[in-house]
């Protein structure tokens, strides 16, 4: 792993236990909210999410770097599982829990500051793929650090943001599309590393 990289991922891990030590010991311990069920609705922050993630992607699909079709039949089935499974839930889950939508000057807060920068980081690192020559190695590069930024970026502000609602089924569904999105993405990121 490149020094860049462990300093952009120590510096969101810090950034993420100073927000849990600040908002625990504000709140006492774990908001009650962890225990009960999403509040079900449309939810306005979730649209904009899946939009920032989906617009990219739809102008990728027309922008693909060459070689992609065939990297992609040679992909892991149980992590194209994950994958699949982790962008179905979490694209749903975040469209219909409204506590993602419920503001409040709180040290939580800063969970979804830190989500929105990952967010505006992962719109930068495709500004950059699309202005690329666009091959392969610029799909699968780094970003401000972040290793495989087209999905570890993504991944990582979803998680946020079910931390941020207290939602145990976003955490979980991030989590369960981080090992598949980025697994495959890494995969991927050594073949291109076996081919130089």
């Known amino acids: 792993m490149k020094k860049s990289n462990i300093i952009a991922l120590s510096a969101l891990c810090a950034a993420f236990a100073a927000i849990a030590a600040w908002s625990l010991s504000v709140s006492g311990g774990l908001p009650e909210s962890w225990f009960r069920l999403p509040k079900w609705g449309i939810s306005v922050v979730g649209i904009v999410f899946l939009l920032m993630l989906f617009i990219p992607n739809i102008i ?31 694209s749903t889950l975040v469209l219909i829990d409204r506590r993602l939508d419920s503001f409040s000057l709180s040290p939580r807060s800063g969970y979804m500051i830190l989500a929105l920068i990952l967010m505006l980081l992962y719109e930068l690192y495709w500004r950059k793929y699309f202005r690329s020559t666009r091959t392969l190695a610029d799909m699968y590069s780094d970003y401000c650090g972040f290793p495989l930024a087209g999905a570890s970026l993504p991944v990582f502000a979803v998680f946020l943001l079910g931390i941020y609602a207290c939602n145990v089924f976003l955490t979980a569904a991030a989590v369960i599309l981080g090992i598949g999105h980025i697994g495959i993405h890494l995969m991927h990121k050594k073949d291109i590393e076996k081919e130089i």
């Open 60 to 90: 990728w699909g027309k922008n693909q770097p060459e070689g992609y079709e065939e990297a992609s039949k040679r992909e892991n089935k149980v992590l194209l599982s994950l994958e699949r499974a982790g962008e179905a839930l979490v």
